[in-house]
């Protein structure tokens, strides 16, 4: 497995296929396997690179250093200089798009195109971000995200009328219960209040690309809803799509519609 080593812990990803190159960057509490429908299709003509944050999947701990999305961007930034890549064209989802945006900004002369899906750079809502935040104080006091908490948990990933017993949702929720204590309370936990606890940069979006930029958002995604997509999507200049019978993980409820999305917008970008 490959492993690089960013401020002294091992960041995982997969390099698969060659070509211009693509970075799939996941939601929080999932990991690159995520991504298994669009890097089967895009790796036939791309080099695609996808991560996992840290503490998810087989990532190591998050380094003491890591204090903001800021320093997640940089963190990717310091994986892509490993790997010797100069220009990527980078596709976000929910943190992945949150951290994205930094990269992006900070280091536009090494983004071809930039895609946001069911992602948000505003600060989050009080009242969500004190719910999330009492939620994490629940997880890091037990060390377990009990059942009771993954009834609250998982059903925010999906669409509402996903079936609970279909295998997409079953293994996000054995997943999630099988998280150690210590890589919970290590990494997980700092990573979500990192997330939730986000500054504003819905005011730097118009310094983004419009005609390098697509955003996305599954139709039915309630913790981020269309309407955040279309307010980033006004404020950029771009355009955006919704996915159809899609929730928050957009790309594995309609896999078909977003990989078509993706690869319509890489050939743009050739």
């Not at 695609?48 to 997640?72: F, K």
């Not at 957009?250 to 690869?263: C, M």
Request: net charge negative; aromatic share 8%.
């Amino acid at each position: 497995m490959p492993f690089a080593t960013i401020d002294g812990q091992p960041l995982h990803y997969i390099d698969q296929g060659t070509g211009p190159a693509v970075l799939l960057a996941g939601s929080y509490l999932w990991d690159q396997a995520m991504w298994a429908p669009q890097i089967a299709a895009l790796s036939q003509h791309y080099r695609v690179i996808a991560l996992d944050l840290w503490g998810h999947g087989e990532s190591g701990r998050m380094p003491e250093r890591t204090q903001s999305l800021d320093d997640v961007a940089r963190q990717a930034l310091a994986l892509l200089d490993h790997l010797d890549i100069d220009r990527v064209t980078l596709v976000g989802l929910s943190v992945g798009g949150m951290w994205g945006v930094r990269l992006a900004l900070s280091a536009p002369q090494r983004i071809n195109g930039l895609v946001l899906m069911d992602t948000y750079v505003g600060v989050e809502p009080e009242p969500t971000r004190q719910y999330y935040f009492s939620l994490f104080k629940q997880i890091e006091d037990t060390g377990v995200i009990t059942p009771q908490l993954l009834d609250i948990v998982v059903p925010i990933f999906f669409r509402p009328g996903i079936d609970p017993q279909s295998a997409l949702y079953q293994d996000f929720r054995a997943k999630l219960a099988a998280l150690p204590p210590e890589r919970l309370r290590e990494s997980i936990v700092p990573m979500g209040r990192i997330t939730f606890g986000r500054d504003d940069l819905l005011p730097r979006l118009a310094e983004l690309n419009p005609d390098t930029t697509l955003l996305m958002c599954g139709d039915q995604d309630k913790p981020r809803p269309p309407s955040e997509t279309r307010e980033m999507a006004e404020l950029i200049g771009c355009r955006y799509l919704l996915v159809p019978e899609a929730g928050h993980i957009s790309n594995l409820e309609n896999p078909q519609f977003v990989t078509a999305a993706l690869l319509k917008f890489l050939a743009e970008r050739a």
